[in-house]
């Protein structure tokens, strides 16, 4: 076969027999059966680099083009946090009081009320990336983010379980002013940031969850 510059060899994987894989199968399916979303979250630290390698996880995913066109934003900032709840409960009560069908909301069983969004040490916000900016400055299209942006989540919230954390997967979008700088490259790789600063693309995460522990008392 002729050898491409573009490929490169991919790294050793385990031959595992019919029955490791079996057994590797279920173990795995019996961690990840334990996952539950949680509304109630402890107020405990969590130390930044355990969310650091849960995004590196998540980083990990296949994506586009290999253009990993997401970008995972970690706050423990109480300001920030606070406006976030703000934002988020805004329009969760437009949502519950104006926008849901009847229906919807006898299946919800939840408010608009958000307090967990101050209460949890880290919030995570993670939005899709529309289009990268190549070295020369200009703009360039990325391919399927949300797809991508959606599988790179399911691992972030399978590392967060499998280290004793939990997530919720909201569907509200806190319409914060959110700062994020769409750096070039092909390797981009998730930067986390804290912060608001200069912002090249106004955008709205499309996931904003708590990655903590769960309250002892918590209820599902
Ligand atoms: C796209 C999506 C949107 C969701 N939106 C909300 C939400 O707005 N509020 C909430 O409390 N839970 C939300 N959830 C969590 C689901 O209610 C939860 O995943 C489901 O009930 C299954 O429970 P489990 O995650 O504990 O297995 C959402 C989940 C997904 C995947």
């Not at 490169?8 to 334990?34: G, H, V």
């Not at 300001?79 to 976030?84: D, G, N, P, S, Y």
């Not at 995570?124 to 900016?133: G, L, S, T």
């Not at 106004?202 to 309250?215: E, G, Y």
């Amino acid at each position: 076969m002729a050898t491409n510059p573009r490929f490169i060899s991919a790294p050793e994987i385990e031959r595992r027999s019919n029955e490791e894989l079996i057994q590797r199968a279920w173990d795995f399916f019996q961690m990840t059966q334990r996952r539950r979303t949680i509304r109630d979250f402890s107020d405990r630290t969590v130390p930044r680099e355990v969310i650091e390698h849960c995004i590196r996880a998540a980083g990990t995913a296949p994506s586009g083009a290999n253009l990993q066109p997401w970008h995972f934003v970690a706050v423990n900032d109480p300001k920030v946090k606070h406006e976030i709840r703000v934002a988020a409960e805004a329009e969760e009560k437009e949502f519950y009081e104006h926008r849901a069908p009847k229906a919807w909301l006898d299946a919800l069983g939840t408010d608009w009320q958000k307090p967990f969004l101050e209460i949890a040490p880290w919030l995570i916000a993670v939005f899709a990336q529309p289009f990268r900016i190549l070295p020369d400055g200009t703009r360039s299209p990325t391919y399927y983010p949300l797809e991508s942006g959606g599988i790179a989540t399911g691992l972030f919230i399978t590392a967060l379980h499998s280290c004793g954390l939990a997530a919720l997967t909201p569907t509200h979008r806190a319409r914060c002013d959110f700062s994020i700088e769409f750096s070039g490259g092909r390797r981009m790789r998730n930067r986390l940031c804290c912060s608001s600063s200069a912002i090249p693309l106004k955008t709205h995460p499309f996931l904003i969850s708590p990655a903590n522990r769960s309250k002892r008392s918590a209820r599902l």
